[in-house]
Nanobody
Framework: AQLVESGGGLVQAGGSLRLSCAAS????????MGWYRRPPGKQRELVAS???????NYSESVKGRFTISRDNAKNTVYLQMNSLKPEDTAVYYC????????WGQGTQVTVSS
């Protein structure tokens, strides 16, 4: 599997970013895809996930601000991030679930106050 994230950057608090993750080498339609993040000095944590049929799950810290979606025709999963806060600063990774978990290289998101 190959997962390639893009869309990170520097944004002011209250701003928005849209992350993309292009997947190849997997049966994308049947995979639950997830967005994770690793804040500075902390462990990686789940941000949001979406099943092949579109069911979503969010961490409490991003619920109502972030939206995960997928385009099965493009083998791509997205993370729309609105109302960004400085505590959202992290390296964001996407991951698949089957047949084995793979990770992208990550994309840096920095939110300035």
């Amino acid at each position: 599997a190959q997962l390639v994230e893009s869309g990170g950057g520097l944004v002011q608090a209250g701003g928005s970013l849209r992350l993309s993750c292009a997947a190849s080498g997997i049966a994308f339609r049947v995979n639950t895809m997830g967005w994770y993040r690793r804040p500075p000095g902390k462990q990686r944590e789940l941000v949001a996930s979406i099943t092949g049929t579109g069911s979503t799950n969010y961490s409490e810290s991003v619920k109502g601000r972030f939206t995960i979606s997928r385009d099965n025709a493009k083998n791509t999963v997205y993370l729309q991030m609105n109302s960004l806060k400085p505590e959202d600063t992290a390296v964001y990774y996407c991951s698949n679930s089957w047949p084995s978990r793979s990770w992208g290289q990550g994309t840096q998101v920095t939110v300035s106050s």
